[in-house]
């Protein structure tokens, strides 16, 4: 069965300093896979998407990339942390749109707090 | 593009009591629907989706949901509620001809259930 797997849970960084956010997929390959980021009261914003190795979207300009350096890993990365990174930061994967199984895995997060 | 309107966003509801969270949605092609749960400091988790076929699609936890396409809407409706059903909700739509499959969310409906 396929898993998903995001690390760390939490996380206290000061401004200024760097962020690395790591998700890997097991059990499947080739995923479509995402991040997303929930801040407090609004909802679920896609922040990058990738489609294959190498090949990653960015839907918002922002202070964030993201890589796919491996079929089923991704990871969000700042070289630069600003209070406003701070939230909940969410990586999902899904198969190709359309397919029985197709739908959002979700991992189970990262609480940043940028102090 | 495609967008999700969850017309309430706190339902407090007595435990059995019925409830119904609502979620209409703009596209001017095809969609995939989809609802998707959420606890505290907890990822998403799929609770049910609509692909094709037939409308009313169930969860095996007793939610269910039923698209009506001239409605533009996938209401989720569960006939007697439990305490552990107290969540945040959330409403998913994509459009059938995005190959990447990214999910524009609602902005969640906060569900309360008291004894």
Request: proline letters at 5%.
């Amino acid at each position: 069965s396929q898993t998903i797997h995001q690390w760390p849970a939490t996380l206290v960084q000061p401004v200024g300093s760097p962020l690395s956010l790591e998700c890997t997929v097991e059990g499947t390959s080739n995923p479509n896979l995402y991040w997303y980021r929930q801040a407090a009261g609004r909802g679920l914003q896609l922040l990058f998407y990738s489609v294959g190795i190498g090949q990653i979207s960015s839907e918002v300009p922002q202070n964030l990339s993201a890589s796919r350096p491996q079929d089923r890993q991704f990871i969000l990365s700042s070289k630069k942390l600003l209070l406003s990174d701070s939230g909940f930061y969410l990586c999902a994967w899904s198969a190709f749109p359309g397919q029985a199984d197709y739908g959002y895995t979700f991992g189970s997060g990262t609480r940043l707090t940028v102090v | 593009a495609q967008s999700v309107t969850q017309l309430d966003s706190q339902v407090p509801v007595f435990e059995e009591a019925p409830v119904e969270l609502r979620c209409n949605y703009s596209s001017s092609v095809s969609v995939y629907l989809f609802w998707y749960v959420q606890y505290p400091n907890q990822g998403l988790q799929l609770l049910l989706k609509y692909l094709s076929g037939s409308t009313l699609v169930e969860s095996i936890n007793g939610f269910e949901a039923e698209f009506n396409k001239s409605q533009t809407s996938f209401h989720l409706r569960k006939p007697s509620v439990h305490i552990s059903d107290t969540a945040e909700y959330f409403c998913a739509v994509t459009s059938t001809t995005d190959s990447w499959g990214k999910l524009q969310f609602g902005a969640g409906t906060q569900v309360v259930v008291t004894p």
